[in-house]
Structures are given as C-alpha cells and as structure tokens.
C-alpha cells in the first residue's frame, strides 16, 4: 500500500474507533518501512487532535473520546518499540514530568504528549490525572526533572496549573524547571498570566517547544 495511504487508513480508523483495524494498519506501516515519526503526527496524532475538536464541539461523547485513547494505545503498542529502536545510541535527553491537575480527570492530551516525548528520546515520568500541585512539585524536585508540563482540560481546572507554578514560587524552585502547560481551555495569553514558560497548543507543538528549551 503506498504510504499515504496508509496513513490516510489509519487517520480514518481511529476516527471511527476501529481498533483491531488500527493495529493492522500500525503493523502494515512497520512492515513497510514507512517513517514512523509521519506516521505518529500525520495519521495518529492529527485523528486524536480532530476527535478532541469533536469531542469539544458536542459532536463526540466522553465514551467516545475514551474509547479513541485505547485505539490510540492499541496501534501504539505496535509502532513504539521500533520508534524507540531509531533512538538508540542518541544522546540521553533530559526529563520531564508530566500530568493533569487536581480536580481534572483527563488523561488523553497528557497521553498523547508523553508518548511523543517518549519517542523523541526524553525521560517522562507521567504522575496521571488529578494531581495536587505539591505532589507536581515534590516529585519533579525528587526526579530531578528539567521540565514540568500541566494539562488541564476543563475551564474550573485551569487554575490548578497557576496553584502549581504559585507552590514552585512559594518554596523557592521555580527556576529549576521549565513549565509548559496545555489543554483545551488553556492558551498563550494564560500561559503568560500565570508565570508558565510556553504554551503547547497541541502535542506536536509542544514537543516542538520541549525541544527548543534544550537545543542539541
């Protein structure tokens, strides 16, 4: 199959949530030795970024919106151990501690986020979803993590990322880390009220940006 081909299928089977269709076509892009980094952003994560508009239009339900994060998963677990094979031998690149905020159960923008990250080399410990700001805090500080990054998908959630970067302030470490945040409410002009370093806008933006904090 040519290899836009492939990633037009797998575009379409993660829209209509078709797993075991979406693993099939993950192994034809291995077996063919498509680029699997093209494969990732152009054909998974451009489906999960249209199903999140869907989801925050109404067009698409919270079970819906789950059932997308174990298709994602599912071709995942096909392409990621030949994606972290082309990183052997690669610099070790720096660490990242990753979640949702307290009060925010959301786990598939943050997902997206460390699974791109995690193929890019980096070292991403994901904490979850609901995550207090000192647990944030105290777990980067205890990995020694060099950057921190807040997804909050909810608008009463939002403030939870500026209690993190408050407790960071508050405890004399915010210059030890760089802070991203992103999620769906969230956007450059918050980012910057609340003392964050870089807004993610999507994941592929915000593995852009990860990189540039740390320019080989």
């Known amino acids: 199959m040519d290899h836009n ?4 299928s797998m575009f379409k089977a993660m829209l209509d949530l078709d797993k075991e269709n ?6 034809a892009a291995v077996q063919d030795s498509l680029d699997l ?3 990732l952003q152009e054909g998974m994560s451009a489906a999960m970024e249209s199903i999140g508009k869907k989801f925050q239009n109404g067009e698409m339900y919270l079970p819906e919106l789950q059932m997308s994060a ?3 998963q599912a071709a995942m677990q096909v392409i990621e151990p030949e994606l972290l094979k082309l990183k ?17 159960l959301h786990s598939i923008g943050k997902d997206l986020v ?10 991403v410990i994901d904490l979850g979803v609901d995550i207090s700001s000192l647990d ?12 921190i990054a807040l997804s909050a998908l909810l608008t009463t959630t939002m403030a939870a990322q500026k209690e993190v970067i408050e407790a960071m302030d508050t405890n004399g470490v915010r210059d030890r880390f760089k802070v ?3 999620g769906a409410p969230v956007n450059q002009s918050w980012a910057e009220k609340i003392g964050a370093d870089a807004y993610g806008e999507n994941a592929v933006a915000a593995v852009k940006i990860i990189n540039n904090f740390f320019p080989e």
């Open 5 to 8: 081909e492939i990633i037009k």
């Open 22 to 27: 979406a693993q099939k076509i993950a192994q």
């Open 37 to 39: 980094n093209r494969f």
């Open 70 to 72: 174990d298709v994602f």
């Open 88 to 104: 052997k031998g690669y610099q070790e690149k720096k660490r990242v501690v990753i979640g949702t905020v307290k009060g925010d």
């Open 114 to 123: 460390a699974t791109m990250l995690k193929t890019e080399g980096y070292d």
């Open 136 to 147: 944030f805090m105290e777990r980067a500080v205890q990995l020694n993590a060099h950057v």
């Open 180 to 182: 991203i945040v992103g």
